[in-house]
């Protein structure tokens, strides 16, 4: 069975961003970017599923600008075989996203789907279960363990005040949560075998795809600052200073 | 035109975050509907119709939501949302998991985590794990959004709403349910405790011993970081930050908690922020608005002999 992963390339988790000095966007020209680590580990049970004998071949995809390659390349570094690059310009949100990675499918039919839950840049959480719809397949979102068994895969999923098990049809879509698994470290030997794999060069518009954006943002800012706090000296000071303010 | 609200209930009674929800659809200033889907949903309906501010409650009962699939809900809420200029629910794990697949059935956008509506079509949300505020404004004809219900105050009751009941679509037969595991805990709800008491990996497997009294004595919640939980510290569902709970009680208190950007998301809308760190440098302190530089095993139990008096 094929692995398809959907991996994002967004702004380094470590970095503190900056909004841009005209409030139009965060400031990315410069800035340290990485796989987006939700994503990562998509990868990485994609690669666990090929160790146990369930998966055969494991795709990584992006979308976006050429520079996005970078992503691709780490993901064929950690182990996936081949690659592929939809070239697409502009803001992708996840419903654009949904559609493009529908096509992929299409054409790879693969039997399992991975994505992380959400890019750690627009917080949205929706490309996963967007794909899924689009695709009538079913969905398995926040995975903290994945069984394939037949025809089936059995996702343990994190939800409030627990966790669900469900059983999905395949093919189906996976989201996976931090919980998955451990991503593995990328070896520099890897890392030269990776520039040897190949990426395939794909365009939205080749595949019919209209993935422009539908909500308009109209700006960014900084949320409201904390105004500083004191530091006290003592426990009994500090109970003092909580009845004081009379949420004790 | 009006306003659809996907509930969230065990059976019994409706969860917080859609009263919460019910807070936020006033907004649009439209007739409020809530959509119900369970098994047999006759006694949360009679709850549901008391809610002030809710018109209508759409009861749909079928085999298929005794344990409600991101497939089958979804078909359910395409199956209404055309008629409906709203479809929004609380931002919880059932939402996320099941809004953006009807979004993307509706073909439509969708909204997450919204934490203030400006204007008809206009939204605040937070991005890049709650340090920028971007500002979006839709202009699809349905608006698929969660809010985020620490920013909404809960319905009350009140209302008398009139109960309808409706068809449900075939169950999709694409997956099923297996089980579930509960963490059972007679602690309120993490996301709407007056009070939470957070800890951090450094409390190891003293976490309930060393917090458990402080909550039991403040009848607060327990939270705990990303490192805490991943250590096997604490369970899952209490993450607090970005990709868990998000929180905003009216007192935080953190032991031990450094203040990773990670956590802040979840935590730094609280009304008053205590952080318990040995670390003098802890990012946690530039949130705080009391900070106490000491060891968390002996200030923490300290602090809940001096509250008790």
Redesign the interface.
């Known amino acids: 069975m094929k692995a398809l992963v959907a991996v994002k390339r967004v702004?380094d988790?470590n970095v503190?961003?900056h909004?841009k000095p005209d409030g139009s966007g965060?400031e990315t020209a410069g800035v340290k970017m990485s796989i987006n680590p939700f994503d990562e580990i998509a990868v990485e049970e994609a690669l666990r599923l090929k160790e146990r004998g369930v998966v055969t071949e494991i795709v990584a995809v992006t979308l976006g600008e050429a520079v996005a390659q970078d992503v691709l390349r780490h993901a064929l570094a950690m182990g996936a075989d081949r690659a592929v690059l939809v070239e697409a310009h502009g803001e992708l949100?996840?419903?654009g996203v949904?559609k493009l990675l529908k096509a992929v499918v299409e054409r790879e039919q693969p039997g399992l789907i991975l994505l992380g839950?959400?890019a750690?840049?627009?917080?949205?959480?929706?490309?996963?279960?967007?794909?899924?719809?689009?695709l009538?397949?079913?969905?398995?979102?926040?995975a903290?363990a994945v069984t394939v068994q037949g025809d089936e895969v059995?996702v343990v999923?994190?939800?409030?005040?627990?966790?669900?098990?469900?059983?999905?049809?395949l093919p189906?879509v996976l989201t996976a949560?931090?919980?998955l698994n451990e991503p593995r470290f990328v070896k520099l030997p890897n890392l030269m075998m990776a520039k040897k794999k190949p990426i395939e060069q794909l365009t939205a518009d080749g595949l019919g795809v209209d993935a422009a954006p539908?909500?308009?943002?109209?700006?960014?800012?900084?949320?409201p600052h904390?105004a500083?706090?004191?530091?006290?000296?003592?426990?009994?000071e500090?109970?003092q200073?909580?009845r004081e303010?009379k949420?004790? | 035109m009006s306003v659809l609200i996907l509930a969230e209930h065990d059976g019994q009674h409706l969860k917080q975050a859609t009263r919460q929800a019910v807070t936020a659809a006033q907004a649009w200033g439209l007739p409020v509907h809530l959509l119900l889907l369970g098994a047999d949903t006759a006694a949360v309906a009679g709850h549901a119709a008391q809610v002030a501010g809710v018109a209508r409650v759409l009861r749909v009962d079928a085999p298929q939501f005794e344990h409600p699939l991101a497939e089958d809900v979804a078909a359910a809420i395409v199956n209404l949302a055309r008629d409906y200029k709203v479809v929004l629910a609380g931002h919880t794990a059932f939402a996320k998991n099941a809004l953006p697949r009807a979004a993307a059935l509706l073909d439509v956008a969708m909204l997450a985590d919204v934490i203030a509506i400006t204007a008809p079509a206009t939204y605040v949300r937070p991005v890049y794990a709650g340090n920028v505020l971007a500002t979006v404004e839709s202009s699809d004809p349905i608006q698929v959004l969660t809010v985020r219900t620490t920013a909404f105050a809960a319905a009350e009751t009140g209302g008398a709403a009139e109960v309808v009941t409706l068809a449900a679509p075939a169950a999709s037969g694409l997956s099923r349910w297996v089980g579930e595991t509960r963490n059972v805990s007679d602690r309120p709800e993490l996301a709407t405790a007056r009070v939470v008491i957070s800890g951090g990996r450094s409390l190891g497997e003293r976490f309930e011993e060393v917090l458990g009294p402080l909550a039991q004595l403040l009848n607060g919640a327990l939270g705990a970081t990303r490192a805490a939980v991943d250590a096997g510290f604490a369970p899952n569902d209490i993450q607090i930050g970005q990709t868990g709970t998000v929180v905003a009680p009216e007192l935080y208190i953190a032991a031990g908690v450094s203040g990773a950007a990670q956590h802040l998301a979840g935590m730094k809308d609280s009304k008053v922020i205590v952080a318990i760190n040995h670390d003098p440098d802890a990012a946690i302190f530039q949130v705080a608005d009391y900070g106490l530089v000491a060891d968390l095993f002996e200030a923490v139990p300290q602090l809940t002999a001096a509250l008790k008096n």
């Open positions: 702004v988790h503190q961003v909004i965060v949100q996840p419903l949904a839950k959400q750690i840049d627009d917080d949205a959480g929706q490309a996963g279960q967007m794909l899924a719809a689009l009538g397949a079913a969905q398995g979102t926040f903290s059995e999923r994190e939800v409030d005040g627990g966790t669900e098990t469900v059983a999905l049809k189906a949560d931090l919980r539908r909500l308009k943002r109209l700006k960014v800012a900084t949320p904390r500083p706090g004191v530091k006290v000296n003592s426990v009994a500090l109970a200073k909580l303010a949420v004790v």
